[in-house]
T-cell receptor, first 109, second 117 residues
Framework: DAKTTQPTSMDCAEGRAANLPCNHS???????VYWYRQIHSQGPQYIIH???NNETNEMASLIITEDRKSSTLILPHATLRDTAVYYC??????????FGAGTRLTVKP | GAGVSQTPSNKVTEKGKYVELRCDPI?????LYWYRQSLGQGPEFLIY????????DSGLPNDRFFAVRPEGSVSTLKIQRTERGDSAVYLC???????????????FGPGTRLTVL
């Protein structure tokens, strides 16, 4: 059973913020929210993860709702190189990583 | 340092043949994972190793698929009697160890594209 729900695709203008939503209404208290992305013809790449608090790193920000049933990945200034499939995953152990279909983000000039 | 490498990058074979796909993890990573990715879908878990042993092989689709990691480093995914439905990109990933999520992100290789004619 899918643990997360993401839109199939999204577009974003270059230089604007890209906000990618994810629903994980059945997340349990000790499960983390992870985001990976996969650029065409490459393996997935780790972006960010969080448990309860919002997180930020050099790639993105992760906003997790207070009830933890949904989250949003934010790319603050999207570039053409951010065009990729973005996967939202919930897991406790990293050996239990199961990908869904993800969101195909297209950044347009 | 070097990332995860996979060879070959592309493999074309005929139905019924045997193939081996190789993965070289990041040095020092004890956990190694295999995934299969069909066109338009996310990666599908196959098997993972902690050290030399297969800790979870629940994702292997049938007994034609087998993987080994004899010395706890390089791993080989073996597919017997290949079928056209086995055509996919086979991804390998490694992490420092397997276990509690926040300390062990997975690093992926570029994959091997297998085509069964």
């Amino acid at each position: 059973d899918a643990k997360t729900t993401q839109p199939t695709s999204m577009d974003c203008a270059e230089g604007r913020a890209a906000n990618l939503p994810c629903n994980h209404s059945t997340i349990s208290g000790n499960e983390y929210v992870y985001w990976y992305r996969q650029i065409h013809s490459q393996g997935p790449q780790y972006i960010i993860h969080g448990l309860k608090n919002n997180e930020t790193n050099e790639m993105a920000s992760l906003i997790i709702t207070e009830d933890r049933k949904s989250s949003t990945l934010i790319l603050p200034h999207a570039t053409l190189r951010d065009t990729a499939v973005y996967y939202c995953i919930v897991l406790y152990n990293n050996n239990d990583m199961r990908f869904g279909a993800g969101t195909r983000l297209t950044v347009k000039p | 340092g070097a990332g995860v490498s996979q060879t070959p990058s592309n493999k074309v074979t005929e139905k019924g043949k045997y193939v081996e796909l190789r993965c070289d993890p990041i040095s020092g990573h004890t956990a190694l994972y295999w995934y299969r990715q069909s066109l338009g879908q996310g990666p599908e878990f196959l098997i993972y190793f902690q050290g030399t042993g297969a800790a979870d092989d629940s994702g292997l689709p049938n007994d034609r698929f087998f993987a080994v990691r004899p010395e706890g480093s390089v791993s080989t995914l073996k597919i017997q009697r290949t079928e056209r439905g086995d055509s996919a990109v086979y991804l390998c990933a490694s992490s420092q160890t397997a276990g509690l999520a926040p300390y062990n992100e997975q690093f992926f290789g570029p994959g091997t594209r297998l085509t069964v004619l």
